[in-house]
């Protein structure tokens, strides 16, 4: 898949790890909550987490609570507590994390060529505010989060935009994104962070980060 001058009449991003480098982020926010818990349960939800990228953080909550926690499942008002203070650990540092190499003037050259996407597992009003805060509006025709299925929001670009699938081009950094691109028939580039396991199998094309996308 030749990445320069390439003909893709479309281009959708996953959101961390992608445009913005936030892996980590998230990761220091699940710790910092379940710390009350023990370092036993932390190191659990820190592996849980780093394991299933791109999966919702709703799902990650009820996941702890009743496998780590053995607890009753949480109420729906439980998860709102997790989930807003979660919020509060997060916003303000993925808004204030350095880009990934490559990804802002990939996206400043491509938005004036062809229609560019967000699809996040970040809950759908957070991704705004963090995309807006960021001063990347302008540059995405849409931008979608959780709890929509990544599969759903990437279906619903194409129908939506009227994309050809194979000439639209998902970038992601988690298996729920190459999933989502496979669900749809799209071209797919996984981005792995330099040192990080490559959680993509053999036949993936990889890049270490998005600059050799850049003309």
């Known amino acids: 898949m030749s990445m ?4 893709w ?9 992608v445009v913005v480098e936030s892996g980590k982020i998230k990761t220091q926010a699940f710790a910092e909550l379940y710390r009350p818990h023990g370092e036993d349960i932390v190191a659990k939800v820190v592996q849980f ?21 053995n607890k009753p499942p949480l109420t729906e008002a439980e998860v709102k507590q997790l989930d807003i203070h979660f919020s ?7 808004i204030a994390a350095d880009p990934v190499p490559g990804a802002l003037e990939l996206i400043h050259q491509q938005a004036e060529r ?3 996407f967000v699809a996040s597992g970040t809950p759908d009003s957070e991704l705004k505010i963090i995309v807006e805060r960021r001063g990347l509006t302008p540059y995405f025709k849409a931008v979608h989060g959780a709890p929509a299925p990544k599969k759903n929001i990437i279906a619903d670009f194409l129908s ?3 994309l050809k699938a194979e000439s639209v081009l998902m970038i992601g950094d988690a298996i729920a994104d190459l999933e989502g691109a496979q669900a749809n ?3 797919f580039l996984g981005r792995v962070f330099p040192g990080d396991p490559n959680p993509f199998p053999a036949h993936i094309k990889i890049v270490p980060d998005l600059r050799e996308l850049v003309d």
Do not use: C, W
Request: proline share 2%; charged share 20%.
């Open 160 to 162: 939506t935009y009227g």
């Open 185 to 187: 028939n799209t071209a």
């Open 9 to 17: 009449q479309a281009i959708i991003f996953d959101f961390d790890g």
């Open 49 to 69: 987490h780093n394991q299933n990228g791109g999966m919702s953080r709703y799902h990650k909550f009820r996941h702890f609570q009743q496998h780590y926690l």
């Open 114 to 116: 062809i229609p560019l």
């Open 4 to 7: 320069k001058n390439f003909d």
């Open 88 to 94: 509060e650990l997060v916003v303000e540092a993925v």
